[in-house]
Every structure is written in structure tokens, then in C-alpha cells.
């Protein structure tokens, strides 16, 4: 009888297995059935946004960060292997929020070094507005 190992961790199955065994133990199959259910949750693809037109160059820094970061967990996956083998998140995934919320505030405030001031002309502008309407 061939040697047969493990379809999760590789180790070398026991000589007495029977021929269904799989896995070495319930924690490879565990582990096993996790990693499928995480790439049936991966997306087919993730699409790389396009500057607009007459952008500023720190919202064309900002959409070539993003690019280059969408572009890495595109070609290394949503799930990479952690320290311990175990699948997590790819590392670039948690900068995402922060360079979109950075690209919103640039792109429709107006694309000032300033945003955080712009953003404050906004809330006080709409302030000002909704006590017009009340009035």
C-alpha cells in the first residue's frame, strides 16, 4: 500500500488508515473545511478605481496608494498564510478604509491640504442651512 498524507497539515497518514481517511485528525479537517469556506467568501475580483479629472496631486498620491494596495491583495489573495499557517486577512486590507475615507474627503470637498477645515466649513454650512429651513 502507498503512503498517503494528509490534505491539510501533509503529514504521513497511519499505515492502518482506512482508504476514506482524509485527514489526520479532526483538527485538519476543521482547518481544511475552514480554508474552503474562506475562498468561497474570497471576491472574484476587485477593481482597481480611476482618477477623475483635474484631481489634486495628493488625491493622485492617494489613488496610486489605493491601486497599488488593491493590486496587492488581488495577486496575493484576500486570505494569506498567517504566522502559525492559519489563514487571516492580507495586512494591506486594513488601510483600505482609511486611504477611501481620505480619497472621499479630497475628491468632493475640494482637494485642500486642509481637509479636516473644509470638512468643518461643510458641517457649519449645513448647520447654518437647516436653521434656515426650520426658521
Known amino acids: 500500500m502507498q503512503n498517503r498524507n494528509c490534505g491539510a497539515c501533509g503529514k504521513p497518514l497511519p499505515q492502518d488508515a482506512d ?3 482524509v485527514y489526520c485528525g479532526e ?4 482547518r481544511a473545511n475552514r480554508l474552503k469556506l474562506a475562498a468561497e467568501r474570497t471576491p472574484a475580483s476587485v477593481i482597481p478605481l480611476k482618477a ?4 489634486s496631486s495628493r488625491t493622485d498620491d492617494l489613488r ?4 497599488a494596495l488593491i493590486a496587492s491583495v488581488a495577486a496575493e489573495g484576500v486570505l494569506v498564510p498567517g504566522s502559525a499557517g492559519v489563514p487571516v486577512a492580507h495586512p494591506a486590507l486594513r488601510f483600505l478604509p482609511q486611504i477611501d475615507a481620505q ?6 470637498v475640494g482637494g485642500g491640504a486642509d481637509g479636516d477645515d473644509d470638512i468643518d466649513a461643510l458641517f ?3 448647520l447654518q442651512r437647516s436653521k434656515e429651513l426650520s426658521a
Open 124 to 126: 457649519k454650512a449645513a
Open 19 to 21: 482508504r476514506r481517511m
Open 103 to 108: 480619497l472621499l474627503k479630497h475628491e468632493f
Open 52 to 55: 477623475t479629472q483635474g484631481a
Open 27 to 30: 483538527a485538519c479537517r476543521k
Open 64 to 67: 496610486a496608494l489605493w491601486d
